[in-house]
């Protein structure tokens, strides 16, 4: 799912496109797509772009009068800058929004048809679509601290939570946890005060460096190539790889659609956390440590 450092690059790559052009067309593939009745969507065409904004995970294309189309990806969902009039032809293309200046296209991969169009009239429609998260570039030490305490969840429950945190989501996640050397399945109400700095400005950090190295990437073109894996990340996706820090091999836990990805030296004192997969199949045989597992892989050469 595109996360924060996403969301900003896309909406910095619109900004040059769209802001103060007209809509000339929307064209609609899958009904799926767009989620609202009223207004329609018909009521945006002619309509001037005013502003695009970040709404947790969401883009909210701004359009004169006060219509909004906001935009959420959810996993598989992405945007395409292509030719003015591009013709739909992939079986991945949704819809395209069409200006002067070209077309924008919505894609989604996959089956499950999550990603969503609501048109909405009023600032006060608008309030229904944000969950009134945490920035994190515009919390104090405290507000972040009141946040992550706010309930008792695991780190990267709590992370994840589009309620408590704005944009964060299972990728970044578990890049930040890396950075301030905490166990994904701490519970938030254990940190001490300095931890809970740690992971704010590890928060802060993280983001920041993924926003700009992204930024760079697409200086002079269209972000097409939006993924939640990255080569340079220090743990997502790396299971089974040496972490940058320690070079012992990346863990993870595996649950529902997605995993989180660790470093047991790094993050949980050599421990090897559950996974709800592997660690009921093995049961007894599970190793309970990264030391206990480099012994099971000695005795089997």
């Known amino acids: 799912m595109p996360e924060f450092p996403d969301i900003v690059v896309y909406i910095e790559s619109l900004q040059r496109r769209i802001e103060g052009v007209p809509l000339e067309n929307f064209r609609l593939k899958s009904m799926f797509l ?6 329609p969507i018909s009521a945006l065409i002619g309509r001037t772009v005013s502003e695009i904004r970040r709404m947790g995970k969401q883009i909210v294309i701004c359009f004169e009068n006060d219509l909004f189309a906001v935009i959420h990806l959810m996993i598989a969902g992405r945007l395409q800058w292509k030719d003015r009039g591009v013709r739909l032809t992939g079986k991945n293309e949704l819809a395209a929004f069409d200006f002067s200046s070209g077309s924008l296209l919505m894609t989604e991969a996959g089956t499950k048809k999550r990603a969503s169009i ?76 300095n931890e809970i700095q740690t992971l704010f400005e590890a928060c802060r950090s993280v983001l920041t460096e993924w926003t700009d190295r992204l930024r760079r990437q697409s200086v002079d073109s269209f972000p097409s190539k939006v993924t939640a894996f990255h080569s340079e990340m220090a743990v997502h996706g790396k299971y089974g790889k040496p972490c940058p820090v ?3 091999p990346v863990q993870r836990i595996v649950y529902a659609e997605n995993e989180c990805n660790y470093c047991a030296r ?13 660690s009921r199949l093995l049961k007894d045989d599970w190793p309970r440590s990264l030391d206990e597992m480099e012994k099971h892989f000695e005795a089997r050469r």
């Open 34 to 39: 767009v989620r609202s009745v009223e207004p």
């Open 118 to 193: 609501h048109i909405v009239r009023g600032v006060e429609g608008l309030k229904a679509f944000n969950r009134n998260a945490l920035e994190i570039f515009n919390a104090k030490l405290s507000e972040f601290s009141n946040a992550l305490r706010r309930e008792n969840h695991t780190l990267k429950r709590s992370l994840t939570d589009p309620r408590l945190f704005s944009g964060i989501g299972n990728a970044y996640s578990d890049e930040i946890l890396h950075r301030a050397r905490l166990s994904p399945m701490r519970l938030t109400a254990s940190l001490s005060e």
């Open 266 to 278: 790094c993050q949980t004192g050599g421990k090897l956390l559950a996974d709800r997969a592997f």
């Open 246 to 248: 320690c070079e012992s």
